[in-house]
């Protein structure tokens, strides 16, 4: 509900300044309260296309305001090695972030605050599942639990499924894996590292649960 209602009460800005940009040559893009602003110019007209956006925003938005900590400014160049080049702002200082990706100026990555999450959940699910084994089998030694330790359940939350191309177009039924082939669908080239970041994902799972199970065998 409030998505729906920040679209709403920023409908009137959204439009000014889709006009304003246009008539400059950029654009302008919103979900919910984070947005990207791309202008052509250069990084004496960075304070002047601020205070437009900060003056549409009062006009348009009371009480909103522009959060200087979150807020970012890169200049991108665009020749036979194209970069982005960090020119203010405290976060991303390796590239453009916005709605979890990252992008240093010819590839897109998966930002890393959001392989954190994943890596948190994952550690979670694997701790859940290696307790229930001990639990279960109380009286087995740590290399029988090992064994029976099988990384196909928490893959089957986070990884590759059965059926996945079928799947992959319900969206109540993805998995990170159903959105990590996605996002590397939908930026083509320049996303080719996206699924090298999550590589060795099943051998990081029976890593994680060995050393569980090794504290599960070692309690008095």
């Not at 992008?103 to 999450?117: L, P």
């Amino acid at each position: 509900m409030s998505d729906v209602l920040a679209n709403l009460y920023l409908l009137d800005f959204d439009t000014s300044l889709v006009a304003a940009l246009k008539s400059i040559g950029g654009a302008y893009f919103r979900y919910s309260d984070d947005i990207l602003v791309i202008v052509p110019g250069h990084a004496d007209d960075i304070q002047r296309r601020q205070d437009l956006i900060k003056e549409l925003l009062s006009a348009h938005a009371i009480n909103l305001a522009i959060q200087p900590s979150k807020s970012t400014v890169h200049r991108f160049s665009r020749n036979k090695n194209p970069r982005c080049e960090h020119l203010t702002g405290s976060a991303g200082k390796n590239g453009l972030e916005y709605l979890g990706f990252r992008f240093d100026g010819h590839r897109v990555f998966i930002r890393d605050s959001t392989r954190s999450r994943l890596q948190r959940k994952m550690t979670y699910a694997v701790k859940a599942e290696v307790n229930r084994l001990c639990l279960q089998y109380p009286s087995a030694g740590r290399a029988q639990l090992k064994q029976r330790f099988n990384p196909i359940f928490v893959l089957r939350k986070f990884h590759k499924v059965r059926d996945f191309h079928a799947l992959s177009r319900t969206p109540s039924k993805w998995t990170f894996w159903t959105y990590i082939i996605r996002s590397q669908n939908a930026f083509v080239q320049t996303g080719k590292t996206i699924e090298r970041q999550v590589r060795n994902f099943r051998r990081s799972i029976v890593h994680k649960a060995s050393g569980f199970i090794d504290e599960c065998t070692s309690r008095p």
